[in-house]
């Protein structure tokens, strides 16, 4: 499967962007859909997931209660609502694609985009 992010930009502190991630190929419901984000110099970190049968969703304490994922499976396509941004959500932000279960691990992601820039001005 091939992914593509999109809806990254510049966002003031408070602000909210969507985030979505399409996916080409076919997405099964055994299949596992994350984001992940990396900031300049840091190591890539888990930000959100969700089964994609079932809807089952897992978030990072840091985005707990600001970010929402969800799927629409129809349209074969990932969301990340985020609100009530601040300045360290800033970075890259990557979906990718698990054959397995809920995992917080990006090495059990074997399909990945190729990554949309969030900047949330201060």
């Known amino acids: 499967v091939q992914l593509q992010a999109s809806g990254g930009g510049l966002v003031q502190t408070g602000g909210s962007l969507r985030l979505s991630c399409a996916a080409s190929?076919?997405?099964?419901?055994?299949?596992?859909m994350g984001w992940f984000r990396q900031a300049s110099g840091e190591e890539r970190e888990f930000v959100a997931a969700i089964r994609w049968g079932g809807g089952r969703t897992y978030y990072a304490d840091s985005v707990k209660g600001r970010f929402t994922i969800s799927r629409d499976s129809a349209k074969n396509t990932m969301y990340l609502q985020m609100n009530s941004l601040k300045p360290e959500d800033t970075a890259v932000y990557y979906c990718?694609?698990?054959?397995?279960?809920?995992?917080?691990?990006?090495?059990?992601?074997?399909?990945w985009g190729q990554g949309t820039l969030v900047t949330v001005s201060s």
């Open positions: 190929g076919r997405t099964f419901s055994s299949h596992t």
């Open positions: 990718a694609r698990s054959r397995g279960s809920l995992s917080l691990k990006a090495n059990d992601y074997d399909s």
